[in-house]
């Protein structure tokens, strides 16, 4: 363990405390011997967890303001979604939503390499890995599923047609499932969508996430600049055969409306598949060679606002082309995913925020990002079944229903993160690796 570097500063009230560079401001009366010997107790079992888990590096903020930015994204797509009608997707208004989520495999990539690639040998093998990214992602994972039970009924309606049909130990065991991220297979579908997490149909990018990690953890961390280089070559040879629907691999048929996009990989088929490897990997690689490269536009002013406003454009434009030219969506989205989301990432790590109400909202934007990701989509169940059972209801009732989701859907996600998420992940961190630090 680190010996402890303990300096008390006096002033005529108080004194201040300062242990590794944060001071707290403590009373002057003189503290017994007891209490004292049980203070550096507390201190070194402290700085023993906090060793054993390795603290955090410093934060891109402006990366994590834009996450909570895509976040937001996915709402409004979802909410919009719900009053499109499946066989004319192409009269969304919001239609490219689902491309934040390319945005997070290359935020994912980035952080990963930024956050890791210097700890392996002596400060992290990859039971530590795995353990810090089981301790970050899955807490609420487990939530979105606990929310997805709860809410399962309240979202039966015509176009879910199993819902009603579901026997509970069925529910049950799907439960089981999703709090493992296990994928469930089509044939138990409840309710009619076909998706890996029915109780939670967004959990689906996280099991990729994981897998993403598994595979840095065991074989990615390995790879120098020039192999990273060749597989975001590769990767983006993937990404092009989905956007313009090339189908090397003979397994993009019959995908209809979402032809020339890469809109898919929630469900368990081999189509889906390709879609969701496809998905992640040119983003993640790209993430991760702009970590190793250093690469970063230097934005002075304004950088946080100026990659908002990027991203806002290019994920909330509708589709491009119509049904008779829809090659054209499948270049725009292709000119988002290799070029547009890899300079934003690099406008983000090389922007800082400038003033204090921006560093707020970026902090807030991005401590609630993951909750509110993982938790909405049950939420967004109950809407579709509301406009099923609500056909005849006008724009007034639409807009207010919407909005009233959108703004609880975040303040529940707050509520998540601050009495779930964090005092969870401080509970594992404080048991799990506080033990590990013990043994060593």
């Known amino acids: 363990m680190n010996k402890k570097k303990i300096k008390n500063n006096s002033s005529k009230d108080k004194s201040s405390l300062t242990i590794n560079g944060n001071t707290n401001v403590i009373d002057d009366t003189p503290i017994p011997t007891k209490e004292k010997k049980s203070i550096k107790k507390n201190m070194a ?20 303001g834009l996450r909570g930015v895509a976040s937001f994204i996915v709402i409004i797509f979802h909410l919009f979604e719900s009053y499109t009608n499946p066989l004319e997707p192409y009269k969304e208004k919001i239609y490219h939503g689902y491309l934040a989520v390319d945005f997070f495999f290359a935020l994912s990539g ?5 956050a890791y690639d210097d700890r392996w040998g002596t400060k992290m093998n990859i039971i530590d890995f795995i353990k810090r990214r089981i301790t970050r992602l899955h807490p609420m994972v487990i939530l979105g599923h606990v929310v997805g039970l709860f809410l399962f009924h309240f979202g039966s309606y015509d176009f879910f047609p199993l819902i009603m049909t579901t026997p509970w130990w069925k529910l049950f065991l799907l439960f089981i499932y999703g709090c493992f991220l296990l994928p ?22 996280l099991m990729w996430e994981y897998i993403a990690n598994i595979l840095y953890a065991l074989i990615i961390r ?24 090339i189908d090397i691999f003979g397994v993009l048929d019959g995908r209809g409306s979402k032809t020339y996009s890469v809109a898919g990989g929630w469900s368990f088929d081999k189509q889906h598949m390709l879609i969701a490897i496809t998905r992640l990997l040119y983003p993640f690689f790209c993430g991760l060679l702009i970590s190793r490269l250093n690469w970063k536009i230097n ?3 304004g950088g946080f606002w100026l990659c908002s406003l990027i991203i806002s454009i290019c994920f909330c434009l509708p589709h491009i082309g119509g049904d008779e030219h829809s090659w054209m969506n499948g270049l725009y989205e292709c000119i988002c995913i290799l070029i547009i989301i890899p300079i934003v990432v690099m406008l983000g ?3 800082q925020v400038d003033n204090n109400i921006s560093k707020k909202l970026c902090n807030f934007l991005g401590d609630v990002s993951y909750p509110l990701y993982i938790t909405h989509y049950p939420v967004i169940y109950m809407q579709m079944a509301w406009i099923s059972k609500n056909p005849d209801a006008n724009e007034l009732s639409k807009i207010l229903t919407s909005v009233s989701i959108f703004i609880f859907s975040i303040f529940l996600a707050y509520i998540y993160l601050k009495n779930y998420d964090e005092p969870v992940r401080e509970w594992i961190k404080n048991h799990w690796f506080q033990k590990k630090a013990k043994n060593n």
């Open 222 to 245: 390995h790879f120098n600049k020039i192999t990273t280089m060749i597989f975001v070559g590769f990767s983006s040879l993937l990404t092009i055969n989905l956007c313009m629907n």
């Open 45 to 64: 079992e402290k700085s023993i967890t906090e060793n054993a888990y390795l603290a955090s590096k410093s934060r891109y903020e402006v990366l994590d």
């Open 349 to 351: 790590a090389g922007s």
């Open 110 to 114: 980035f952080v990963i390499g930024y």
């Open 184 to 205: 469930s297979p089509k044939q138990w579908d409840i309710r009619g969508w076909e998706e890996i997490y029915p109780l939670n149909g967004a959990c689906w990018s």
């Open 299 to 301: 934005v002075k002013k």
